[in-house]
């Protein structure tokens, strides 16, 4: 008897995994291979169902003969231990990202004769409907909240994209890169103070007010279902606080990250170029507190942000205030710089983590650029944030486009830089 494996990765059993468990069987034993979270998460949407249940699902299926946990995205060890002489799927993975996969699965089969089973992709108005409902589900806010929280357990860095709009959120939501075989997408995404602000014509100094940037969330979480990490800048006056982490939470932001400084604040890449002040250890710590106090779930997180580099205040300052804030009941720390050199960075997390090894620790490499996600994690930091790159490579671009029709008098000579028209008109999906 011949083996025909497949690997399904998904939540809700529709007719198209029916239909493929069904063409395989006329090939031979069916063995379904269920995608462990870790591997999902690379490439897919999140999952609505944890591992357990969605194992149990397929095994209740009728036609499968063995039901096993593919670990990987490429099948490099599944073939090896099952060696089966069909690989079934739908022909969606024909192109896109997904064609990595395909690719990855010839390459092993040819090696000792095994097939691919290519079928028709099911992709009906009652495909679609499920689909939509698990995207929506994904983005309520009992979904969401918890998602960063998730994503730590399963995430060696977390990757974060800054947004501040519907569009960001959408390149935030559905970029899916592959390159040298792997699959990668951004996890969360970042409410920047910086670039919510400059996308207003203001400056980063907390005069975008909450409503307008709660707006913000609200636009992007329209058409979203990633976890959002919001900028809380210095989170204002503790009385003011406290209802901040109230409405994000109800919301279902996942995390608020404030910083220590207090009186008027300026962007922190100017460090010590204008005026700012650090917050005393106490105060801080009090609004830490007050902001725990109040939250009414376990899920959001309130991640306390140090200047003591940025302000030039030494890296044991910027120890001892990790300690305090941590012991305040900070749920992580953001640690940041804007030397060009991540050595203070690595040096902060090193030595934090000697005493604390629990505790997330977020970083922004705006400046310190060179160091790769990889580097960082090998240093014990679990979240990344890209904090204002697509809205400094879109305005360039932008710039540029205006200056040129100034000098043509016409469009035409910036057109091929352009979205085709058609593309524009269908980028975004009608309900
Ligand atoms: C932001 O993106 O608004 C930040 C990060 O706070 S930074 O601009 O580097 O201060
Ligand atoms: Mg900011």
Known sequence: MKTVYTCFCTDVIHEGHLNVIKEAQKFGRVVVGVLSDEAVIRYNRFFTVDFEERFQMVEKLDGVSKVVVQKEIMYDEIVKELHPDYVIHGDNWKE?????????????????????????????????????????????????????????????????????????????????????????????????????????????????????RFRTIDDVMEVTTKPIIFDGDTGGLIEHFVYTVRSLERMGVSAVIIEDKTGLKKNSLFGTEVEQTQDSIAHFCEKIQAGKKVQLTDDFMIIARIESLILEKGMEDALTRADAYVGAGADGIMIHSRKKDPAEILEFCDRFRVKNKETPIVVVPSSFNSVTEAELAAHGVNIVIYANQLTRSAFPVMEQTAEDILKYHRALEVDSRLLPIKDILTLIDEL
């Not at 097939?115 to 009992?142: C, F, G, H």
């Open 96 to 212: 896109g990202p997904l064609k990595a996969i395909r690719d990855n699965v010839r390459h092993l089969l040819d090696e000792y004769g095994g097939e691919i089973i290519d079928i028709p992709y099911t992709y009906n108005e009652n495909v679609k409907r499920i689909d939509a409902r698990m995207k929506e589900k994904l983005s309520m806010p009992e979904y969401r909240r918890k998602r960063l929280r998730q994503l730590l357990t399963l995430c060696p860095v977390v990757k974060t994209i800054e947004v501040h709009n519907g569009l960001t959120g959408l390149i935030a939501e559905k970029t899916v890169v592959e390159n040298n075989g792997e699959l990668a997408q951004f996890d969360a995404m970042w409410i920047s103070s910086l670039c919510d602000s400059i996308s207003k014509g203001k400056p980063d100094i907390e005069l975008v007010d909450m409503t307008s």
